[in-house]
Nanobody
Framework: QVQLEESGGGLVQAGGSLRLSCAAS????????WGWFRQAPGKEREFVAA????????SYVDSVKGRFTISRDNAKNTVYLQMNSLKPEDTAVYYC?????????????????WGQGTQVTVSS
C-alpha cells in the first residue's frame, strides 16, 4: 500500500506561481510512474501531467504546456508540479497519483494510488 500526501496548494493571483508536492510512503518509490490530475467543481477529473519511472519521458495537457513542470526527487520520495503563469482556469483540486504501469498514463483508471488532493485557486 502506498500513501500519498499533497501539499503546496493555496490562493494566488493570475500570473503567479505555486509548487505542489506529493510525498509518498512507497519503499520502492523509483518503481512508480507518476501523474498529476485536477478536478474543478462540476467537471470530470482531468489529466494534467505525467512522467515515466525514470522521468525520462514527460507529458502535459496542451493547456499547461510551457507553464507547468512535473519532476521527482527519489531521495525525498517526492513528486512535484511546478506551476507558473497561473490562470483562473487552473483553479481546481489537484491530485497526484502513482502507477506501476510502464510508460505514460493519462487516464485516472490507470493509476493505483491517489492522494487526497490540494486546492489551487487562481484569482483574476
Amino acid at each position: 500500500q502506498v500513501q500519498l500526501e499533497e501539499s503546496g496548494g493555496g490562493l494566488v493571483q493570475a500570473g503567479g506561481s505555486l509548487r505542489l508536492s506529493c510525498a509518498a510512503s512507497a519503499r520502492t518509490f523509483s518503481s512508480y510512474a507518476w501523474g498529476w490530475f485536477r478536478q474543478a467543481p462540476g467537471k470530470e477529473r482531468e489529466f494534467v501531467a505525467a512522467m515515466t519511472r525514470s522521468a525520462g519521458a514527460k507529458s502535459y495537457v496542451d493547456s499547461v504546456k510551457g507553464r507547468f513542470t512535473i519532476s521527482r526527487d527519489n531521495a525525498k520520495n517526492t513528486v512535484y508540479l511546478q506551476m507558473n503563469s497561473l490562470k483562473p482556469e487552473d483553479t481546481a483540486v489537484y491530485y497526484c497519483a502513482a502507477t506501476l504501469r510502464v510508460g505514460i498514463t493519462k487516464v485516472p483508471s490507470g493509476y493505483d494510488y491517489w492522494g487526497q488532493g490540494t486546492q489551487v485557486t487562481v484569482s483574476s
